[in-house]
């Protein structure tokens, strides 16, 4: 099985400002099959990026995600006051697919 | 538009099955592989299980293998969850999830809103 470790596990800081989620796999990811996912309070989980790096339908350009092998990033480039969330990242390129234990972005 | 409507949670009794449905509607649901992802209250998400468009492909994870059965049932558009010796490990959210494609190694691309099961005496 594939642990997802990432961090922080909370990063405060103020909107306008850039943020960056680090997600690090326990081995290599096949074929970067790494996706992050944003959680508003009571809500359903939402696809941000899938495949490392391609933004999913309606994702504004100021998320963006890179990485491979064992190594991922999610940026935030300047936070609007609806970033402010939980980020999961997920490797799905092998079973069982995992989850990483998430990272809060609030606001400082 | 793409919908996910989960039902048939609630409060079971540990020993005890409950059977969750999703119905899927706005896109063509046998092109899709399909999953269940958990989160117990105030913790992370974890996937339960997951089926490829045509139940060729099941996967669970070691939590719940030999438990939760997952089937699906394309000309109704829907999914299942059959969930049988339940324990008050299984108390979670319930999410239904459309995969990106139609094996068992795509993201998911749309959520449903969950439905709650609580395994309680």
């Known amino acids: 099985e594939i642990v997802l470790t990432q961090s922080p596990g909370t990063l405060s800081l103020s909107p306008g400002e850039r943020a960056t989620l680090s997600c690090r796999a326990s081995?290599?990811?096949?074929?970067?099959?790494l996706a992050w996912y944003q959680q508003n309070p009571g809500q359903a989980p939402r696809l941000l990026i899938y495949g490392a790096s391609n933004r999913a339908t309606g994702i504004p350009d100021r998320f963006s995600g890179s990485g491979s092998g064992t190594n991922f990033t999610l940026t935030i480039s300047r936070l609007e006051p609806e970033d402010f969330a939980v980020y999961y990242c997920q490797q799905y390129g092998s079973s069982p697919l995992t989850f990483g234990g998430g990272t809060k972005v609030e606001i400082k | 538009e793409v919908q996910l409507v989960e039902s048939g949670g609630g409060l079971a009794q540990p020993g005890r099955s409950l059977r969750l449905s999703c119905a899927a509607s706005?896109?063509?649901?046998?092109?899709?592989?399909m999953h269940w992802v958990r989160q117990a209250p105030g913790k992370g998400l974890e996937w339960v299980s997951g089926i490829s468009w045509n139940s060729g492909s099941i996967g669970y994870a070691d939590s719940v293998k030999g438990r939760f059965t997952i089937s699906r049932d394309n000309a109704k558009n829907s999914l299942y969850l059959q969930m049988n010796s339940l324990s008050a490990e299984d108390t979670a959210l319930y999410y239904c999830?459309?995969?990106?494609?139609?094996?068992?190694?795509?993201?998911?691309?749309?959520w449903g809103q969950g439905t709650l099961v609580t395994v309680s005496s």
């Open positions: 999830a459309k995969g990106g494609g139609s094996g068992s190694y795509w993201h998911f691309d749309y």
């Open positions: 081995q290599s990811v096949s074929s970067s099959y």
């Open positions: 706005g896109f063509s649901f046998d092109d899709y592989a």
